[in-house]
């Protein structure tokens, strides 16, 4: 509403300003000075992502945690994200030092699993940081799963004419930005 009432008061500042000037430079100023005030009482808008559904019917794509890339899979059906032990030791997280004391069901059946937080989990421009995630052991599963615990902290997702669609917040920079859309593969 605020938002509204300001570029209504600025439009009505820049229509008095052609009125009372008449002058093209005196205008050109004031539609700078106005615009000028609307760009830094906007909000970038967020990022996105697409994916789009394989013939299998799944969502795959290649995401970047801690900075290593690594194949994953969309379940929604997944509380938390779930890494197979060898996407874990290739990106270099201490496997070693890991206690599977998580009960977990699976496609595949019961395994065990054990509890850790990822520094930084990228899926093209949407990047959270400190996300929790699990490790099966050795061989328990073929796909790492990007599961609830990344997507409850996006703002929306859907499914769409066979894209799933993966919108983030508003960075929350004084910064202008343009919409990014990134199609992933």
């Known amino acids: 509403m605020t938002r509204i009432l300001l570029v209504l008061v600025m439009l009505v500042a820049t229509a008095g ?82 206690d599977y004391n998580v009960d977990l069901e699976t496609a595949g059946g019961h395994t065990k699993a054990a509890r850790l937080t990822l520094d930084r989990l990228a899926v093209g421009k949407l990047v959270e940081k400190s996300v929790p995630a699990l490790v099966v ?12 615990s990344f997507l409850d902290r ?12 993966l919108h983030g917040y508003p960075e929350l920079t004084s910064s202008s930005h343009r919409r990014q859309r990134v199609v992933v593969d």
Request: glycine share 10%.
């Open 17 to 98: 300003a052609v009125v009372a000037y008449g002058d093209a430079e005196q205008i050109a100023h004031a539609r700078d000075q106005v615009a000028q005030m609307l760009s830094r009482y906007s909000t970038p808008p967020a990022p996105m992502v697409q994916i789009a559904r394989g013939q299998g019917g799944e969502f795959a794509f290649r995401a970047k945690i801690n900075g290593v890339s690594a194949p994953m899979v969309i379940d929604t059906g997944a509380t938390s994200v779930v890494l197979t032990w060898e996407t874990a030791r290739a990106i270099g997280l201490p496997i070693e030092m890991l």
């Open 137 to 148: 052991q050795r061989g328990q599963m073929k796909t790492n799963l990007l599961g609830m």
């Open 154 to 165: 996006l703002e929306s997702w859907g499914v769409r004419a066979d894209k799933l669609s």
